[in-house]
């Protein structure tokens, strides 16, 4: 079975601050990884994904995301917040080969304080 | 293009009535997905389609609930006899191949339920 912990249901953070929100996975074999955003009253949003290749994944709205392998993370990041910014953010995993959904985290909360 | 689109975007329905949630993928997705969101929780993930075929429904809460997807394009979701537990909104993705590719999916609106 495949799944996906976001420790922390919120984080906050001062604008013109880097941030992180964590994620970190578990599957079978090799993962398909990817962060979402949600804002109020929206649908999600793809923000990035890794699928293989260089460990550093960069997206959209100036967000990054680090693969690492050996502590099973996907940590989303980005060097300095926006009060824009703030809003739900998803980390997502499904297995690459074979047949899987993807699995969501719950979800964690981002408010960036001006 | 046209991203992905969900109706009605609200639905107020009385305890035990029939619903039908609609969503029009991205055209050219041949896999298209129904999730969950309930307050405070994360996607609940219940059907898939690989074009009109519906090869897991595990995710279905119950047997009161369906799904249907015609011409390889649009898609319904039924709920029957309807709860007060099944208030959540019911979001729609589409993306293309499933089984392989690291193809992310697109997601609509969402149609927010509220069974009175």
């Known amino acids: 079975a495949q799944s996906v912990a976001q420790p922390e249901d919120q984080v906050n953070v001062a604008e013109g601050n880097p941030l992180t929100v964590k994620c970190t996975y578990s599957?079978?074999?090799?993962?398909?990884l990817f962060w979402y955003v949600q804002y109020p009253n929206r649908g999600l949003q793809f923000l990035l994904k890794?699928?293989?290749?260089?460990?550093l994944v960069k997206g959209s709205y100036g967000f990054e995301a680090e693969f690492n392998k050996s502590q099973t993370s996907f940590h989303l990041k980005k060097p300095s917040a926006l009060v824009s910014d703030s809003a739900l953010y998803f980390c997502a995993v499904r297995e690459n080969s074979g047949y899987s959904t993807l699995t969501f985290g719950k979800g964690t909360m981002l408010l960036v304080s001006p | 293009g046209a991203g992905v689109s969900q109706s009605p975007s609200n639905k107020v329905t009385e305890k035990g009535k029939d619903v039908e949630l609609r969503c029009d993928p991205i055209?050219?997705?041949?896999?298209l997905y129904w999730y969950r969101q309930s307050l405070g929780q994360g996607l609940e993930f219940l059907i898939y389609f690989q074009g009109n075929s519906a090869p897991d429904k595990s995710g279905l809460p119950s047997d009161r609930f369906s799904a249907e997807r015609t011409g390889g394009s649009v898609s319904t979701l039924t709920i029957q006899r309807t709860q007060q537990e099944d208030s959540a909104v019911y979001l729609c993705?589409?993306?293309?191949?499933?089984?392989?590719?690291?193809?992310?999916?697109?997601f609509g609106p969402g149609t927010r339920l509220t069974v009175t």
């Open positions: 993705a589409s993306s293309f191949f499933f089984s392989t590719g690291g193809y992310e999916q697109y």
């Open positions: 599957v079978s074999g090799n993962p398909y």
């Open positions: 055209s050219g997705h041949t896999a």
């Open positions: 890794y699928i293989t290749g260089d460990n």
